[in-house]
């Protein structure tokens, strides 16, 4: 892995269209900008693993016997 | 067409019900072609039923047929991934999760969010930057007891 110090202001370029801006940094938070086009998704990493972990567990489930019943329709 | 399900046996599902994911789902990107599948007729509860691979199957609702108060912030990027214009085009559906043996204790993912767009039956995995929409919101709390019943009595 590439490890780079960087300052308040400074910034990363990551190929041709992603720059990533030091915003802030308060205590062991760092608050970063991210510059990049459209297409790209930015998320937060623990964000991306929950929804995978989440969608495998969904992946299991079975049908609960009178799920209609559980909730009533508006 | 013919298709094996997880839930439903072999049945044939029509062109109309099928849904392309251009990037799949989360952890099952490999998987893009769908069927959005009743679990039984009129019911809210639906499969999202993979047409590739028979054993996989996610259960979903359509969120606003159980809560007013979910609207998260959806961005132009994704809509363009289904080709909407506009967040009206989309449906909002919700992923569940039922713990086995504890259907009790099911969840519904309003983190992650499958937005689906009817007209052009294209569909993509979202993910709200709301940190109030949790993925894993109890089920049974979420629902607005709204229905024919009377005001809730004795506040406070």
Not at chain 2, 62 to 73: D, S
Not at chain 2, 109 to 120: D, E, F, H, S, T
Request: hydrophobic share 40%; no cysteine; glycine share 6%.
């Amino acid at each position: 892995m590439l490890v780079l110090a960087r300052r308040v202001n400074d910034s990363i370029v990551i190929g041709d269209n992603v720059e990533i801006v030091i915003v802030e940094i308060k205590g062991d938070q760092v608050k970063l900008g991210v510059k990049a086009p459209k297409e790209v998704k930015v998320f937060r990493g623990e964000i991306h693993a929950e929804i995978q972990k989440e969608n495998r567990a969904a992946s299991e489930s079975h049908l609960p016997p009178d799920l209609d019943n559980f909730i009533r329709k508006k | 067409m013919q298709f094996e399900t997880r839930a439903l046996g072999k049945i044939e599902i029509e062109a109309s019900k099928q849904i392309f994911f251009p990037e799949g789902l989360f952890a099952f990107e490999a998987f893009r072609h769908f069927a959005l599948l009743p679990t039984k007729s009129g019911s809210t509860f639906h499969w999202l039923q993979s047409l590739e691979e028979a054993r996989l199957a996610f259960l979903m609702t359509l969120i606003p047929e159980i809560t007013t108060k979910y609207n998260p912030n959806i961005n132009a990027q994704h809509l363009t991934i289904i080709e909407a214009q506009e967040p009206k085009q989309v449906e909002i559906w919700g992923i569940i999760t039922v713990p086995a043996g504890k259907p009790e204790h099911m969840t519904i993912n309003l983190q992650g969010p499958v937005l689906i767009n009817r007209a052009k039956k294209l569909g993509s995995q979202f993910v709200s930057d709301d940190p109030n929409h949790l993925v894993r919101t109890p089920l049974l709390d979420l629902v607005d007891h709204t229905s024919g019943g009377a005001p809730a009595a004795g506040q406070g």
